[in-house]
Structure formats: C-alpha cells, structure tokens
T-cell receptor, first 111, second 114 residues
Framework: EDQVTQSPEALRLQEGESSSLNCSYTVSGLRGLFWYRQDPGKGPEFLFTLYSAGEEKEKERLKATLTKKESFLHITAPKPEDSATYLCAVQARDSNYQLIWGAGTKLIIKP | ETGVTQTPRHLVMGMTNKKSLKCEQHLGHNAMYWYKQSAKKPLELMFVYNFKEQTENNSVPSRFSPECPNSSHLFLHLHTLQPEDSALYLC?????????????FGEGSRLTVL
C-alpha cells in the first residue's frame, strides 16, 4: 500500500538550532515529492518539488533532499518565523491526480 | 495573498441545513480542487476539475455536491451533513493536471456541523 510517514510529529528548537524533518514514502514508482508549509489558520504553501534521488532544492534557510525511500527538509539556523507545520506529499507514477499526504511535522522555533 | 480566495472563512450549520462554500482563483489556472483537512490527519482529495470538467470524485458522499461554472470558480454545496464532516475545507488550483503537486491553496473554510 502506498503511504507517506512524517517524523517527528512535533519538533521544538531554539532559534539558531539546525535540524531536519523526515518524510518516508512507499510508492510503486515515484513521479514527484512535494513539500509544503502551513501556518495556523491558513492553507498550505508550496515550497519544493523533487523528482529523483540525489536531487536537492534550497530556499532561504530550507533545503530539501531526496533518496529512494525518504526526503529530508533541513532547516539551518531557524528563526521564530519558520514555525509552522511542514507537509510532505508524494505522487506515484501511476497516479494522474492523487497525492499521498503525510500528517505533517509541527515545527516550533523558540526565540 | 495566494490568488485563491475562499468564502466563508467560518461556517456553523445544523445537520438539516443547506449551505455552500465558494472558491475563486485569480491565477489563470485550469485545474481546481477541493480538499478536506481534519485534525492530525493527512489531507484528503475530494474533487478535481480540469477546464471546468470533473475528472475525479474521490468516493465522496453525495451530501457534498461540487459545481464548477468556469475555470475560475468552484463551489461545494453542502446538505444533510454529519458532525464528522466538521473540518477545514481547502480549495486549491494548479496551472494544469500535469502539475497536480504544485498547488496554490486558499485559506480554507472552517466548517462546524452541530
């Protein structure tokens, strides 16, 4: 069965303390993996698309990487404004519209 | 401002009421989606429209009825809902179905069914 698992469920860091969020996936062929950020009371905001193992994407303090079984979202020297829930989604190769979503990691950055 | 606007932002309804959620996108996208987000659960795809034609109905109960009059507007008509339907309903758009993972979401309509 295709599935996406995100860990940890919640992560509390001090400002400036770097860490990584994990997205493990099981699909029969990967078409794409997507990262989103969701602030409280708002809809998710698209961050990155990754297509193949070894690919990396960066945006400000965030860097997303991809292997054949998982993706990491590395956050370097985070600031309080990076606090949000980070969502991961996967599109299988045989899927036209369906994304398989993880339940998210809630990231809290304390000043 | 994402370019996708949803109204109302909050809605409380009884189980016998009929109400509608509205979504409008100003991005010139061709595909629009309804998603359901419940607490601590993954997003659930409900409906997909491409060029205002429905291409996916993800086994959604008939008490949810979508309508897409044009590529910029999407409605979700609600009737005879159950308390377990209480959730955040998110509208999203993408340039086309080939970029179904790069979604622009609205801020959502928070629905409470009493």
């Amino acid at each position: 069965e295709d599935q996406v698992t995100q860990s940890p469920e919640a992560l509390r860091l001090q400002e400036g303390e770097s860490s990584s969020l994990n997205c493990s996936y099981t699909v029969s062929g990967l078409r794409g993996l997507f990262w989103y950020r969701q602030d409280p009371g708002k809809g998710p905001e698209f961050l990155f698309t990754l297509y193949s193992a070894g690919e990396e994407k960066e945006k400000e303090r965030l860097k997303a990487t991809l292997t054949k079984k998982e993706s990491f979202l590395h956050i370097t020297a985070p600031k309080p404004e990076d606090s949000a829930t980070y969502l991961c989604a996967v599109q299988a190769r045989d899927s036209n519209y369906q994304l398989i979503w993880g339940a998210g990691t809630k990231l809290i950055i304390k000043p | 401002e994402t370019g996708v606007t949803q109204t109302p932002r909050h809605l409380v309804m009884g189980m016998t009421n009929k109400k509608s959620l509205k979504c409008e996108q100003h991005l010139g996208h061709n595909a629009m989606y309804w998603y359901k987000q419940s607490a601590k659960k993954p997003l659930e795809l409900m409906f997909v429209y491409n060029f205002k034609e429905q291409t996916e109905n993800n086994s959604v109960p008939s008490r949810f009825s979508p309508e897409c009059p044009n590529s910029s507007h999407l409605f979700l008509h609600l009737h005879t809902l159950q308390p377990e339907d209480s959730a955040l309903y998110l509208c999203a758009s993408s340039p086309g179905l080939e970029r179904v993972g790069e979604l622009f979401f609205g801020e959502g309509s928070r629905l409470t069914v009493l």
